[in-house]
C-alpha cells in the first residue's frame, strides 16, 4: 500500500522531493493528515496549465483520451510538436522528431515486433524506417544510442495532460 500510494503522489506531483510515512504504534485507525484524492489530480483539473520548478508545464491534450489502442497521433502541446501513441490501456508520449533522420513522425506506423509478445510496441518512421520500442523510451533498435525524447504524461481516464519543457511553452 506505501509503495502504492508513494507512485500515485510522485506522479501527481513530481514536483515533490520527498514522501516520510508516519505510522502510529498499536493503532491502525489513528487520525491524521489526510490528501484528498482530488487534490492528487489538481493539475489535471486546473484550468491553466501549471508550471514545475523546472519551468515545464502540465498542458490539457483533448486529442489523446480518444486515441484507439494500435494508434500514432501527432499533436501540438504547447509549442511543441508530439507524437503520441497508444499500446492496449497505455499512452506513450514523445518530441515529434526521429532520433535517427530528425523528421518528424508523419506517417509513422506502431507494430508488434517480429517475435514479440502482444503487449510489444514499435514505432516506425515512415521517411527513414527506423524502429522505436515506446514501452523502453522510446530505444532505437536499429542502431546503438539512439532513442526518442520521452514527455510525462498525466492521465485520469477522462484527461490526458503532457508536459512540455519551457523553453518551448507559450
Do not use: K, Q
Amino acid at each position: 500500500l506505501e509503495l502504492a500510494v508513494r507512485g500515485a503522489v510522485e506522479a501527481a506531483a513530481p514536483e515533490i522531493t520527498s514522501i516520510e510515512v508516519e505510522t502510529a504504534a498499536g493503532d491502525d485507525n489513528a487520525a491524521g493528515p489526510l490528501v484528498p484524492v482530488d487534490s492528487l489530480f489538481a493539475r489535471l483539473h486546473a484550468d491553466a496549465a501549471a508550471v514545475g520548478a523546472d519551468g515545464a508545464s502540465w498542458e490539457v491534450v483533448p486529442e489523446l483520451p480518444g486515441l484507439e489502442s494500435g494508434a500514432v497521433a501527432r499533436v501540438e502541446v504547447g509549442r511543441m510538436p508530439v507524437v503520441a501513441c497508444r499500446v492496449g490501456t497505455d499512452l506513450f508520449a514523445f518530441e515529434d522528431r526521429c532520433a535517427r533522420c530528425e523528421r518528424p513522425f508523419d506517417g509513422a506506423t506502431l507494430a508488434r515486433r517480429l517475435g514479440g509478445g502482444a503487449g510489444d510496441a514499435v514505432l516506425r518512421c515512415a521517411t527513414c524506417r527506423a524502429h522505436y520500442d515506446v514501452r523502453r523510451a522510446g530505444v532505437c533498435l536499429d542502431e546503438d544510442g539512439g532513442h526518442l525524447a520521452p514527455l510525462p504524461l498525466l492521465a485520469d481516464g477522462a484527461t490526458v495532460c503532457v508536459s512540455v519543457p519551457a523553453a518551448v511553452a507559450p
